[in-house]
């Protein structure tokens, strides 16, 4: 099914409380990359919107959305304790993606997740009870380190993105490729830092990324 062009703040629906995000849809979509953010950040989060837009140049639908709620940031802005709660994202992840699979706007749209250093660790986690339903995951800066009990069940085919720069967490990436499973690569970009701050340094993540979700994603 076709999507017309939609740009909305949507609330989505949890248990007993609702979480912000922003919907964003080209005319002609097919799949749609939900993003989980990373430690400290949120849906406003500039280097996701960075890359958000130029997966939507590519006719990807993108849905950025706090994995908080604005009561648990002010908590977690002091305690840090929230944003390494790898289950509990993950479940919202998980809360999102239903929301998507039964929004009128999304429901046929093929779904991949983008996810950043932390918010790369509950993409993960949430790819392995998801599988029949997440056809990508990308990883950029990610920690996956953090979600090692769910890598060997991720069946979705995986690209962990670091910066050549970023020692440690290449490190961290290398041992996490090899306990996945599924149809996966590392792709390392040269000069770059752990936020990808360098000068065409996050263009470059945008592109690997839109083509792993375009051969995943993107139907023929």
């Avoid at 703040?9 to 979509?29: H, K, N, W």
């Avoid at 499973?181 to 752990?194: F, R």
Wanted: proline fraction near 3%; charge should be negative; charged fraction near 25%.
């Amino acid at each position: 099914m076709v999507v017309n062009e939609i740009q909305e703040t949507v609330r989505i629906q949890m248990d007993s409380f609702i979480l912000e995000g922003d919907l964003e849809i080209p005319e002609g979509a097919e799949g749609i990359v939900i993003f989980a953010h990373g430690s400290g950040s949120s849906r406003h989060s500039i280097r996701n919107k960075t890359v958000a837009k130029m997966l939507r140049q590519n006719k990807m639908a993108t849905l950025l959305f706090d994995l908080l709620t604005p009561e648990e940031e002010e908590i977690d802005n002091v305690t840090a304790h929230l944003r390494f709660d790898i289950d509990l994202l993950s479940e919202r992840l998980i809360g999102t993606t239903d929301w998507v699979l039964q929004n009128p706007a999304t429901k046929n749209l093929n779904i991949g997740y983008f996810g950043a250093s932390t918010g790369a660790a509950a993409a993960l986690s949430a790819a392995s009870k998801r599988s029949d339903k997440i056809g990508a995951v990308v990883s950029r800066g990610g920690r996956p380190d953090l979600a090692e009990k769910a890598l060997p069940d991720v069946e979705t085919p995986t690209l962990l993105i670091v910066g050549g720069k970023d020692y440690q967490v290449i490190d961290m990436n290398r041992e996490a490729l090899k306990m996945l499973n599924c149809k996966k690569e590392l792709q390392i970009i040269p000069g770059a830092t752990h936020l990808f701050e360098e000068q065409g340094a996050l263009e470059e993540v945008a592109k690997v990324a839109g083509n792993w979700f375009m051969e995943y994603l993107i139907k023929d």
